[in-house]
């Protein structure tokens, strides 16, 4: 008898290479105040990617459909959307699925989706919908973007059980300061409950007007509640003002109007080069995560067990009124 290791008579198989999944990078942009660039950012971020040859999926949490008339699908037109993929478990979100261009596909949205919050608050499992449907996708995607909708509900929270990460889109001025403390806290929450992964990797700063001093002014703080951040166990420990900023660009204003992103609408303008410039940094530290994780087998993700601290943001005084905020 040869030897082995099996019992007598045991066929001997030839062990299965294991390939790991395909790592997905599934980001949340996330801010409960509307008008301060969530969906310019989720779509021009997305294209960005896209044109840099990864397959990119953009979903539309917000029932607005902003994002979806953007990237030029016809809301009205359409079949099904995210709701019925969120509340309706014989709709294959692969069938739901547009592709808008090249590596770029958006999950769309309707405004019947303001009536999910009402139907999801009755389904089992209502928390975790979202991450579901784009678990069905595999490896389809290396990056999920999810636009979501301005407020802290359901669909929020689906957005944030899904994701892995939170960007936070929102404009320097003292008011948002407020609303960053009030976002981080719904965080805190879920990473508590629904999804100990959740990490919030940093700030994008949107429409941003760099030669006013009120606005340099924010973002000093910010870069000090971040820095200060690190010393303590949280979802943001490790965030930052992710630069560079989004300067105000009429172009970036205009393009939705003609169902295009600014790659295609001005190519050439600030805009584009601003979201360009961001997509390169984030892949930048992606790829080297994954080469990382590829020359050595990453520990299981820590859990937060500590109470993350309630976040406190210093609130700088009002601008004066020849700076206040449009
Ligand atoms: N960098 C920018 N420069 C000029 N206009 C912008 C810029 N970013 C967003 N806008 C415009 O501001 C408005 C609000 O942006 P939007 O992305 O829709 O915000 P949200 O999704 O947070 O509600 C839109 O009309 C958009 O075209
Ligand atoms: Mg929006």
Redesign the pocket.
């Given at each position: 008898m040869p030897p082995g290791p099996g019992p007598p008579g045991a066929v001997s198989l030839p062990r299965m290479q294991q390939t790991p999944p395909k790592p997905v990078r599934q980001i949340a942009l996330m801010?409960q105040?509307?008008?301060?660039?969530?969906?310019?950012?989720t779509v021009n971020l997305a294209a960005a990617l896209a044109r840099s040859g990864r397959p990119t999926l953009l979903v539309d949490l917000?029932p607005q459909a902003?994002a979806t008339l953007h990237l030029g699908v016809d809301a009205d037109a359409l079949t099904h959307s995210v709701f019925d993929v969120l509340v309706d478990d014989t709709v294959s979100p692969a069938a739901v699925v547009r592709e808008v261009g090249e590596n770029l596909a958006v999950l769309p949205s309707h405004t019947d989706l303001a009536a999910a919050e009402t139907q999801l608050a009755n389904l089992p499992d209502r928390q975790h919908r979202l991450e579901r449907a784009l678990a069905s996708f595999g490896g389809r995607f290396e990056f999920v973007l999810i636009?979501c909708p301005?407020s802290l509900g359901l669909l929020t929270i689906n957005a944030l059980a899904a994701a892995r990460e939170v960007i936070i889109?929102m404009q320097a001025h003292f008011l948002a300061l407020q609303g960053v403390g009030k976002l981080l806290e719904t965080v805190a929450a879920v990473s508590r409950s629904v999804n100990p992964r959740l990490r919030v990797t940093g700030v994008v700063l949107?429409?941003?007007d760099a030669s006013s001093s009120h606005t340099r002014e924010v973002v000093a703080d910010l870069d000090r509640f971040f820095e200060a951040a690190r010393a303590q166990e949280s979802p943001w420990k490790f965030a930052r003002v992710i630069r560079p900023p989004?300067?105000?660009?009429?172009k970036?204003?205009e393009c939705?109007s003609f169902g295009q992103t600014i790659f295609d609408y001005a190519p050439g303008a600030p805009?584009a080069e601003d979201y360009r410039a961001l997509a390169e940094g984030l892949l930048r530290e992606w790829d080297a995560m994954l080469s990382r994780r590829t020359a050595q087998p990453a520990p299981p993700p820590a859990m937060h067990t500590a109470e993350p601290p309630v976040p406190e943001i210093v609130v700088p005084s009002p601008p004066a009124a020849a700076e206040q905020p449009r």
């Open positions: 801010n105040k509307g008008g301060v660039g969530k969906t310019t950012t917000d902003h636009d301005p889109p949107c429409m941003h989004i300067r105000r660009n009429i970036l204003a939705p805009g």
